[in-house]
């Protein structure tokens, strides 16, 4: 449905020509600038005090949080019997949407580039901290620390974090394109890149899901995204 509201979307000079060509074609007003999300978010807040436009974060907003959680509905709905989900975590919006709908009931791992590893060093400190954040999947697993909303929710029902590898990611991103052709972007295989690299072991018998998120990429870019 088009609303015909106008929309004026902020992102990094490091998000991939996918995403920003996808933003545009939608009809949103684009502003690219600073290096990371973090400047990118402080731009868009700016300018919604400035304004008075409607901020909508990407990750740590309570109506974020419930859309993705609708992702853990599908799963719950269409693999009833799932032991592990894992998820890849950039803000934490999609990890918390999920565990929140599963709240303890399916176990939930996080899975982080170790070149950004945001929800790794909030769960060292017991709260939301920076950390770096370089990695091949940078253009959606890489902001300057998880969200103050999502934290709580991953301390509660995320049983841990593993960290996987460039190397790995780019792998797992070449493996889902061979063997079932799907396109991910490096950020979406992150999940598949912990179990195919062995960051994340099976139990004998244990099911698991693994959720593919994200959609900035084509075919003809494996191994350059």
């Not at 690299?197 to 018998?205: Q, T």
């Not at 593919?212 to 990429?217: D, E, K, L, P, S």
């Amino acid at each position: 449905m088009t609303l015909k509201v106008p929309a004026r979307i902020y992102v990094p000079t490091v998000a991939s020509p996918a995403k920003i060509a996808h933003i545009r074609s939608y009809g949103a007003e684009l502003v690219i600038g600073g290096e990371r999300y973090a400047e990118a978010l402080a731009a868009s807040e700016q300018w919604a005090a400035q304004s008075g436009a409607l901020p909508i974060h990407a990750f740590d907003q309570r109506e974020t949080l419930l859309g993705q959680a609708t992702v853990g509905l599908e799963l719950d709905e269409q693999a009833p019997d799932l032991d592990t989900v894992l998820v890849a975590v950039g803000g934490g919006g999609l990890i918390g949407g999920i565990a929140s709908w599963f709240a303890g009931r399916v176990r939930v791992v996080a899975v982080e580039p170790d070149g950004a590893p945001t929800m790794a060093e909030a769960f060292k400190a017991g709260r939301p901290v920076d950390a770096p954040a370089g990695s091949v999947a940078a253009d959606s697993l890489a902001p300057k620390r998880v969200g103050e909303l999502t934290f709580p929710i991953a301390r509660a029902y995320v049983e841990r974090v593993v960290l996987v590898t460039d190397e790995a990611i780019l792998e797992a991103q070449r493996t889902l394109w061979e063997a079932l052709r799907i396109v991910a972007e490096p950020g979406g295989s992150a999940a598949c890149a912990a179990l195919q690299s062995g960051a994340y072991r099976p139990a004998p018998g244990e099911r698991i899901g693994i959720v593919v998120c994200g959609g900035n990429t084509n075919a003809v870019d494996f191994g350059r995204s």
